[in-house]
């Protein structure tokens, strides 16, 4: 059922877009999860709520009592933070009223999945609904895989050789190239930044091509979030992906965050299995739309 003019006005007028002054009270909200946040609170806590260096805007909704409770981060994704079905409704109707901007809804299962019953309406139909993502998370390094000694983090001169693994992971995970539109500058410009910052690791073979990759792409004070797990075909089923993200968890909760997150598919059995095998367990759960 459509919201009545009565419940727009008050969703409306509930929300606004942030700014500095908002910075503490976003923070906190976002800390109150760190590993359900980490996407929003590594912006966040990078540049701030400046709309030009947050890549899109920090919608904010307020209570009744005029504190500042529940986030929306609307830039490439639309990215729900503690949002109850008040603040849902308050930033669906100010997405509706926006027209769609961004290229997927992402965030804890059940607040994306209410931004999204309000929004397939006007925004659908989406070009896929993935409804139950496990967020899986470990504060511990494996205890029953032992890292694999060739992971290392790569090297700025390696970025053309990890190139072609990273379209390949892209393309199997999205299901469209990240060559499109642009021919992958975006695209190219962050994995180069990744590489620069430490946070992208990979197995080359003898003859420099990638066997296993990962990035570590959301880093927080409380949490950090890898992403962007393959294995080459060729090497698949011989225990990379185990080995690989040991090392890749021994080495960001030594150097980077005390607590590794990820989120994996529900149908990749198999990656969820090799996960649980190097120690991560499961805390909650995304759900992801993509157009």
């Known amino acids: 059922m459509l919201p009545g003019p009565f419940q727009v006005a008050r969703a409306l007028s509930a929300t606004r877009i942030l700014d500095a002054p908002d910075l503490d009270d976003a923070l906190e909200i976002l800390h109150r999860d760190p590993v359900a946040n980490a996407f929003v609170a590594t912006r966040v806590e990078a540049v ?3 709309p030009w260096r947050l890549g899109g ?3 904010g909704w307020h209570d009744q009592d005029g504190r500042l409770e529940s986030l929306c981060y609307a830039g490439a994704n639309l990215v729900p933070v503690n949002a109850g079905p008040e603040a849902v409704r308050a930033f669906a109707e100010r997405a509706r009223r926006q027209g769609r901007r961004c290229s997927s809804i992402v965030g804890p299962a059940e607040a994306a999945a209410a931004l999204w019953a309000l929004l397939e309406r006007s925004w659908g139909p989406a070009r896929e609904v993935r409804a139950h993502q496990p967020l ?3 504060d511990r390094p494996s205890a029953d895989i032992a890292p694999d000694p060739l992971v290392r983090r790569v090297r700025r001169h390696e970025i053309e050789a990890l ?3 990273c379209v390949a992971m892209f393309t199997e995970e999205v299901g469209v190239s990240p060559l499109a539109g642009d021919g992958g500058l975006l695209y190219q410009a962050r994995v180069a930044e990744l590489v620069s910052s430490g946070r992208s690791f990979a197995r080359f073979d003898e003859d420099g091509r990638v066997v296993f990759k990962a990035e570590i792409g959301a880093v927080t004070a409380g949490a950090c979030q890898i992403q962007g797990v393959w294995v080459a075909p060729e090497h698949r089923g011989l225990g990379h992906s185990e080995t690989g993200m040991a090392a890749v968890l021994a080495t960001a909760l030594a150097e980077v965050a005390p ?6 598919n529900d149908y990749n059995v198999r990656a ?3 996960y649980r095998r190097v120690g991560f367990r499961e805390v909650g759960a995304f759900m992801s739309v993509l157009f």
């Open 48 to 50: 701030g709520l400046d």
């Open 136 to 138: 899986m998370a470990t």
């Open 259 to 264: 607590v590794v997150s990820l989120y994996v």
């Open 272 to 274: 969820r299995a090799a």
């Open 57 to 59: 805007e920090m919608w």
């Open 163 to 165: 190139m072609p693994a």
